[in-house]
């Protein structure tokens, strides 16, 4: 099936795009804060918890910065309004990272402000490997001020990961990080390819940051991971206050269900916003195991 998904997810382009609308709608709340706010009290009567992305990232000007300021800050309102059991996902180049850093962190510093004042939480998401560096020096800056309101993701397909989470561990106070797979091309020589090896790496850094005190969440749509880690919150006796697993909204929601029966704590990634049609296209060609998805969903129509 993999060669299909790689198919379908490069001539998607092709595809009209209320074709696409259509097809990607189940992976995406809406265009406005009101659809997601529909989508959490949904996912919360299903027993999930959920976190809020709005789409848009590698932007062109930092007057789309200031925008996408002003937007998280209405969404964090609307979170703290409708008491809403639900935090906020962010991507630097969304804030300015690749135009410049020190407007990102200024600008994400206002955002991390008002989530410290409402008692919220951000999650700082990984992008290529050209921003790490910057990513997790930015990330390091805010968790010094708000330790309590502030996260990180981390990629297990990145040869550089062990290394970094054993840095954060020992300079970032309540260190709460994301572990995923990691989704974009990158060369052999940073990033494993082997999927045997990923996941091995996965377990590894789950195990590293469990040890080392960190809150985790377990963001994976892998069945045999999922097994694996609760494998591992038994052999260790790791407290639920500890983990959360997370998916993305409209993936495998059958594995969903069977985690929140086991008795453990799911986040949902909900994304929304004008921007839908540019992420759903990178997100399926970076991720072709999500093109498979699709495509399944169209054969059950």
Request: aromatic share 10%; glycine share 6%.
């Amino acid at each position: 099936m993999n060669w299909m998904n790689r198919f379908i997810a490069t001539t998607l382009p092709a595809v009209p795009k209320p074709i696409v609308r259509f097809f990607s709608k189940k992976y995406i709340a809406g265009n406005t804060i009101n659809d997601a706010v529909r989508t959490i009290n949904d996912l919360a009567d299903q027993g999930c918890i959920s976190t809020v992305d709005v789409l848009g990232e590698f932007i062109k000007n930092l007057k789309e910065a200031d925008k996408t300021v002003r937007e998280y800050l209405k969404i964090l309102n609307r979170i703290d309004k409708d008491g809403l059991n639900c935090n906020i996902s962010i991507k630097l180049t969304q804030f300015g990272l690749t135009i410049d850093k020190e407007k990102c962190y200024k600008n994400v510093l206002k955002i991390a402000k008002s989530v410290h004042e409402k008692n919220n939480f951000v999650r700082i998401d990984m992008e290529d490997s050209e921003c790490t560096t910057d990513t997790l020096d930015i990330f390091s800056r805010l968790a010094q001020k708000y330790p309590d309101n502030v996260g990180i993701v981390i990629q297990s397909y990145m040869r550089r990961s062990m290394k970094d989470i054993t840095g954060l561990l020992a300079t970032i106070p309540k260190l709460n990080v994301r572990i995923c797979k990691g989704i974009y091309i990158e060369p052999r020589d940073i990033a494993f390819k082997d999927p045997a090896i990923i996941n091995y790496n996965y377990m590894a850094l789950l195990e590293k940051l469990f040890e080392g005190g960190a809150y985790v969440g377990i963001a994976t749509h892998d069945e045999k991971l999922v097994f694996h880690s609760q494998e591992l919150i038994r052999k260790l006796d790791i407290p639920k206050d500890r983990y959360e697993f997370q998916m993305l909204l409209g993936v495998d929601e059958q594995l969903r269900r069977s985690i929140i029966a086991n008795g453990h704590r799911l986040r949902v990634y909900v994304p929304y916003g004008q921007k839908w049609y540019a992420y759903s296209l990178r997100r399926l060609k970076e991720n072709p195991q999500i093109a498979g998805y699709v495509l399944r969903g169209m054969l059950q129509r």
